[in-house]
């Protein structure tokens, strides 16, 4: 299962940005995931709650934040949603375009609870 290990690194991450905050507890860890990431959410939720056990993080939410995929099309300098996996500029069919969002997989921000809360 893919998305426990990537519920590995991202916890790897959230420890390590909370060890520089001196936090006592994470409480809420929010990550960005694009249309084409290759992640189900559902599955990643599961694994994380599993990877948190024992950890400050555990009880943390998850808070996903889909992107949709978005291409850029040089010819019109058009940004524009890829429908349907689509990847036609909608404006002018040129298929030679820049995917411009929808890769993403990141730990976007962390809610935490530091030594004075």
Known sequence: MHEYSLAQSIMQIVIAEAEKVS????TKVTL?????????????SFCFD?????????????????????GYCPHCEKAFFIMNHQYLCD??????????SGQELQVSHLEIEDETD
């Open 23 to 26: 936090a006592r507890k994470v």
């Open 32 to 44: 960005t995931l694009g249309e084409l990431a290759g992640v189900l959410p559902d599955s990643l």
């Open 50 to 70: 599993l990877v948190t056990k024992g950890t400050i993080a555990v009880g943390a939410l998850l808070e996903i934040e889909k992107v949709p995929l978005k």
């Open 91 to 100: 404006q002018c069919g040129n298929g030679s375009i820049e995917l411009i």
